[in-house]
């Protein structure tokens, strides 16, 4: 059964602390997605990457940075989390083949106290 | 970047109904899709229908598309109590990455 595995589904974090949110896929997709879900304002993008070492600044990049080291794992690191970063967390990948829907992992629940 | 904006926001239906959801968007795209989200966990992908394509099925799913008027719908026939969730449309503008409306919850009554 193919998935996108989040680390965790539930994080508790202190203002300040550096975050890394960990996403694997077992698809061999290239591209791969971090978006941030809130009440009233749907999915938004934060960062995206098409291959290894790529990342791209989606909608929302502020405050958070990536890494793709390796092709099934992308990571989301918030530098200096604060309360306003305290979202649901939603990681996502797809081939780079047209037409073809997203797999989400099963999400991280972060609150920044 | 391109949305979807789905209408209604909330729906309520008794088991074993139908249930129409809407979908509009700005821009034009490649293709558009329909995902669900069951309460606190990850989106499920139902249906992709490209831009070229006018209807598609899949199961009790029906999705329609259509592009003149920048509008998508979602039928789920003969809805079941297991169809309690979220539905997102989201569009696709040519560079895989997907645009989201804001959802729909969908509440059916056994």
């Known amino acids: 059964d193919v998935k996108v595995t989040q680390s965790s589904r539930y994080l508790v974090k202190r203002t300040g602390e550096k975050v890394f949110l960990e996403c694997v896929q077992d698809?061999?997709?290239?591209?791969m997605f971090w978006y941030r879900q809130d009440p009233g304002l749907g999915l938004r993008l934060i960062y995206f990457s098409y291959d290894v070492k790529m990342k791209e600044k989606g909608d929302i990049p502020e405050g958070y940075s990536v890494s793709r080291e390796k092709k099934e794992r992308f990571s989301l690191i918030l530098e200096s989390a604060s309360t306003n970063q305290t979202s649901m967390y939603l990681c996502a990948s797809t081939s780079r083949a047209a037409n073809y829907g997203y797999t989400f992992g099963s999400g991280t629940r972060l609150t920044v106290v | 970047s391109q949305q979807g904006e789905e209408d209604p926001q909330a729906l309520s239906i008794q088991e074993g109904e139908n249930a129409t959801m809407n979908c509009s968007y700005k821009?034009?795209?490649?293709?558009l899709q329909w995902y669900r989200q069951n309460s606190g966990r990850g989106l499920v992908h139902l249906i992709l229908i490209r831009s070229n394509e006018r209807e598609k099925h899949s199961g009790r799913l029906r999705v329609t598309l259509d592009t003149s008027k920048k509008s998508s719908s979602l039928l789920i026939t003969a809805s079941r109590a297991a169809d309690t969730a979220s539905y997102f449309c989201a569009t696709e503008g040519g560079n895989n990455r997907l645009a989201f409306g804001k959802g729909n919850q969908v509440v059916v009554i056994p």
């Open positions: 698809m061999d997709h290239e591209n």
């Open positions: 821009t034009s795209i490649n293709n």
